[in-house]
């Protein structure tokens, strides 16, 4: 099982970004001790050209956690055919406890990696590299957390066994088991996508107004993240019940099937690029009174706010038209 390609990527994968992010770690405090770019010592100036180098590998690594979610996620739809029960993603995941903790520690890292990226651009737009001691406090917080989720996918691939009976996702997310997603599944479907509907809206006229008046970050970027939020609820509970046309189906995973035009890719990509650039927004507000960013933080911050509607757009655009062309119908 360990030789499937697809899972030798993924470990090679982050067994080097693991490593990369390490190394860049040990660097990443010396960089908050240390630098002082009025000083013109020997370690200042070998601290500037370090970071060239570190920066750049950084985007690189983190680049990858951001795709490798999606590759984990494929890999685990991909692998469901060889084991007895498994009908998807979530019979793969279910066949051992280290499945879906790699699943969240992605999510997580997705997340912060994302969010690394933003400030990391933002710092290399400024000529004295304003938030250099920020984006590299940001590394040591997600380095440990690369590292626990190179573990347990590791753990999670190793204890794959061929001869293991797993569940499949009906029983997964049905009513009688327990768990967060069971709870999510039982949640009401209409009154979810109203409120999930509003969110949109209000993160739209939000995101309009700030590109309209130059004001309202933090509040669009709360927006932004009550939207992600009720999205990753309504991905478990509201949305597949019409991708399926059948309200007792509530599973994320098989709406990555062919049958299903591979629609799950398209909400999942739309929703996490929409929460990471949204919040992005609000976690480079603190820093709009830095002088040799005053002038471009406004614009990198207009151009995350128009990426966010965009994505946000097509992600409830989407959903409205999978309640729209569904057989399904809920009072």
């Known amino acids: 099982m360990i030789l499937h390609p697809a899972i030798i990527a993924l470990l090679t994968g982050s067994l080097l970004t693991s490593a990369m992010l390490l190394f860049a770690s040990f660097f990443a405090v010396r960089i908050i001790r240390h630098w002082n770019l009025t000083s013109g010592s020997e370690l200042q100036v070998s601290l500037e050209r370090r970071t060239y180098l570190i920066a750049t590998v950084m985007a690189s690594a983190f680049a990858f956690q951001l795709l490798s979610l999606f590759l984990f996620i494929h890999t685990a739809d991909t692998l469901c055919t060889l084991f007895s029960g498994a009908m998807c993603a979530a019979g793969t995941l279910n066949l051992n406890r280290y499945g879906y903790p790699a699943l969240l520690l992605k999510l997580a890292n997705f997340i912060l990696s994302g969010l690394w990226l933003v400030v990391n651009h933002a710092d290399n737009r400024g000529y004295d590299y304003p938030l250099i001691r920020v984006k590299y406090r940001l590394l040591l917080v997600i380095t440990p957390l ?45 009154p979810l996508l109203a409120a999930l509907a509003v969110a949109i809206v209000l993160t739209l006229a939000c995101g309009g107004c700030l590109l309209l008046k130059g004001r309202g970050e933090y509040l669009f970027a709360s927006c932004a993240a009550l939207t992600f939020a009720l999205g990753c609820v309504a991905l478990v509970s509201a949305i597949p019940v019409y991708v399926y046309a059948l309200p007792a189906h509530h599973c994320p995973f098989c709406m990555l099937h062919r049958e299903y035009g591979h629609v799950g890719y398209l909400f999942y990509l739309t929703l996490l690029g929409g929460g990471v650039v949204g919040l992005g927004v609000g976690a480079l507000q603190p820093f709009r009174g830095i002088a040799s960013l005053s002038a471009e933080l406004p614009l990198i911050q207009r151009r995350l706010t128009l990426t966010a509607l965009i994505l946000y757009g097509t992600f409830g655009g989407l959903a409205l038209w999978q309640v729209m062309v569904s057989e399904l119908r809920l009072g």
Not at 160 to 176: D, K, N, W, Y
Request: aromatic share 4%.
């Open 146 to 190: 690369v590292l626990a989720e190179t573990a347990v996918q590791g753990l999670h691939f190793l204890a794959l066994r061929p001869h293991v009976i797993t569940s499949c996702c009906g029983s997964l997310f049905g009513a009688a088991q327990r768990g967060i997603a069971p709870t999510l599944a039982l949640l009401p479907v209409v």
